[in-house]
């Protein structure tokens, strides 16, 4: 059992800058990997950005290429998207995930992008 627990979420002006946390109940290092994903009213959840806890192996959308990036802190048991240049486009709920041969998810946190 894992729990996930997401935050950083908010407001922010199109260009601007978030960092979202992604927090695990245990360590990471044995998770296959972890990774964020997103959902906007009306859509379908798409996958944003994923790492491997041990080979820091790390895939992102074409969609964020460029403008995101995904971390993981081992010691801490967290993962972080780090949020650049920041587009209306990007609004969503951000859910982090962990795959450890079953996947979990967090609660989700809400990104607002105003143009």
């Known amino acids: 059992q894992v729990q996930l627990v997401e935050s950083g979420g908010g407001l922010v002006q199109a260009g601007g800058s978030l960092r979202l946390s992604c927090a695990a109940s245990?360590?990471?290092?044995?998770?296959?990997?972890m990774g964020w994903h997103r959902q906007a009213p009306g859509k379908e959840r798409e996958l944003v950005a994923t790492?491997?806890?041990?080979?820091?192996?790390?895939r992102y959308a074409d969609s964020v290429k460029g403008r995101f990036t995904i971390s993981r802190d081992i010691a801490k048991n967290t993962v972080y998207l780090q949020m650049n240049s920041l587009k209306p486009e990007d609004t969503a709920v951000y859910y982090c995930?962990?795959?450890?041969?079953?996947?979990?998810w967090g609660q989700g946190t809400q990104v607002t992008v105003s143009s």
């Open positions: 995930n962990a795959d450890v041969g079953n996947y979990y």
């Open positions: 245990r360590s990471i290092f044995s998770f296959n990997g």
């Open positions: 790492i491997t806890t041990t080979g820091s192996i790390t």
